[in-house]
């Protein structure tokens, strides 16, 4: 049997109680996924374009914090220390969570830990805390005294990240700063852009609206002082691991080596920076809503790739023993200063650099004129005659001044290097080129004798010549060591103007060393087409030309090296050559192998003349290890560009009178040179130029002692085996050898 069962039928009014429970249920659903849309669509916009206040606030879960990498070393050719890296703590502070309370007590003990003065520390946090309220009271003037109660549709089109239509608040979002200049009218009767109101009516703008949160200091403090600041438990201090960079080489090599750091870098530590720097390194983790850390995953470490070591070129023994005899040279002369440089002739290394500027008594500034041109009047300008003063009653500023030496004194580090940016007309030293390209063209012999006029003679174009060394003739070696502006004025006709021009520029005269060193100067050529027999005449004397220390020393080597580099440029350099590597470079080639040794040999004479002179004044000035050999020169130092609306005085011959810059440049040993060097007295005193019956301002006076001091101390550090002779005939046995070209 089959039972059938059926629903029992609907009461009265249930069907419609059922309908409309399925309509409220639609209803709350629909109104439900819309609600849900509607915070979906929020929670996206947030994500993809959050508003600006949100903006600043967002924060990714992951913090990278990044390792800083221990900077190379950089050390001498022999491995001392220059400049190294330690680690310390900067401090910093966050004006907003410095309570009033503790500032007087913060500003003591940040004072005393960073070695400042506590004026200068408490002005700067005190600005700080002052310029934090100046920027609140302002975003207080901007959005009113404060908050009011949004209405349902403010309230509504904020929620959906809708701009408020009636919101007037300014700036708006996005904007830290105010308009700085109202808008502007063009004025009816000028046709031009003005303003409308004057900005002195103007009230200043607020600069930027944000507080001010980290405030940090530049010195670096150790561990103890890092510890004495944090037992304060002071909030609004805090410490940040920081590298400082340490100087260790001191002064000697200051210029040389250079800084680094936010503001600036210079010298070596700029140029090898991307050797010294090294990598810097990260590591990464999540964390929580408080930030603290929750995790690491792999591959969020990466550590730090340490800076390469780099070794200079430069030797600190051999620069202090530069620093040292270049001193007594400076101090001797009365000089306005001194510049020292030494080099390998072989590597093309840079053993020393040394620069010195003395501060000399009763120094006056050059009477420059007025320049009427510059100051719109008739360009006839002043007529009155320039009245050279008389000799010893002036002596005139002949270095540039440096501003860094003015405001920073004892940081030798931002000094200019005048060894490679200050150029000098070279005078006699510029000689030995000359004689060496004239002899090596065949247009001049070895003994050859020219007839040197008794010391007087006047050009065929009416230039009048002088010699020091008065004689009625010498041969071509005697004009070089007896310097004779009349024999090389009269050899230097037989070259062309271009031949001339083209061998100064071969031995790397007007253009930079490219060694390396900011500012560099490329020195002074005349340029071709500009050369005349004028030109011809001083370039033979050293004149007309202006070059640096190191080109000139760079210039030397050619008659430095030996064997079939004899008669090539070396390529200067400022880092070691690696023992490793002993090739040596080759800028270029620049005169023949046996014309450099022909030179080298000639100018023995002219060292050991300068010797005898020592010998004369000093008998304890002998006995002298080394056979060197070089030359001197002497030269007026040019009066340089007027300053800014300045010119020369009329009548001026465009020198400093009775100032000059004096020279010795010289190789050793002779048989096997290892060193190149010269030395710059820079404006010998008054006494020396006035000496009678002879003056002692020349450069075989001046530099010269500087230089043979300098090479038996330094060749005597290097091990260099002693010269076989060193008597007063050396000179003529070695001039005896030499062969006819």
Known sequence: MTVKSEAPPLGPGMGHHYARSNRISLVFGCAMSVLLAIILARVAQLQVSPPQRLREQHQARVTTRVELPVRGDLMDRRGRLLAATRFGWRVHIDPVNLRPVDVDVAIVEIARAIGRPTDE?????????????????????????????????????????????????????????????????????????????????????????????????????????????????????????????????????????????????????????????????????????????????????????????VRLSIDLEI??????????????????????????????????????????????????????????????????????????????RTIATDMARERSPGLAALFRNRCAEDVYEPGSTFKAFVWCTITELGLARVEEVFDTESGRWVTPYGRRINDVTKRATMTWADVLVNSSNIGMSKAVERLTHRQLHDAVRRFGFGSPTGVGIGGEASGLVTRAEAWTIYSQTSYAMGHEVAVTPLQMVRAFSAFARTGPLAGTLAELRLTAVSPSDPSVAVLRRVTTPACADLTRRTLLGVAENMQNRLRQQDRSQSGWRYTIYGKSGTAEIPLGKAPPGKRRPAGSTGYFDDQYNSSFIAAGPFEDPRLVVIAVIDDPGPSLVFARPLPRHYGAATAGPVVRRFMERALTYLGAPPSTTDDPDAQSRHMASVEPQ
């Open 121 to 309: 520390v408490g002005e700067r946090v005190m600005w700080a805390l002052a310029e934090n309220d100046r920027r609140r009271e302002v975003l207080a003037g901007m959005h009113g005294s404060g908050p009011t109660r949004p209405t349902p549709v403010q309230w509504l089109r904020g929620f959906i990240g809708l701009p408020d239509a009636g919101d007037q608040s300014f700036p708006p979002a996005g904007m830290d700063r105010l308009p700085v200049e109202p808008e502007l009218a063009i004025d009816d009767e000028s046709g031009e852009w003005v303003s409308p109101i004057s900005f002195a009516d103007v009230p200043a703008p607020p600069e930027v609206l944000k507080p001010i949160r980290y405030l940090p200091f530049r010195e670096v403090v150790d561990d103890a002082a890092a510890a004495g600041l944090r037992r304060l438990r002071i909030r609004g201090i805090g410490l940040e691991r920081a590298g400082v960079r340490e100087p260790i080489g001191g002064p000697a090599v200051a210029a040389v080596v250079g800084k680094v750091g936010v503001d600036e870098s210079i010298g070596m530590e700029a140029r090898l920076n991307d050797r010294l720097a090294g990598r810097p390194g990260h590591v990464s983790y999540y964390r929580d809503a408080r930030g603290r850390p929750l995790w690491i995953e792999p591959g969020q470490v990466r550590m730090p790739v340490h800076g390469e070591d």
């Open 319 to 396: 620069q202090s023993i530069g620093l040292e005899e270049l001193s007594r040279g400076v101090e001797e002369s009365d000089a306005a200063g001194g510049r020292l440089v030494a080099i390998d002739p072989r590597s093309g290394e840079i053993l020393a650099m040394c620069d010195i500027v003395r501060e000399v008594a009763g120094l006056k500034e050059y009477p420059w004129e007025d320049d009427p041109r510059a100051s719109g009047r008739s360009s006839s300008g002043s007529t009155r005659p320039f009245m050279a003063p008389r000799p010893g009653s002036a002596r005139y």
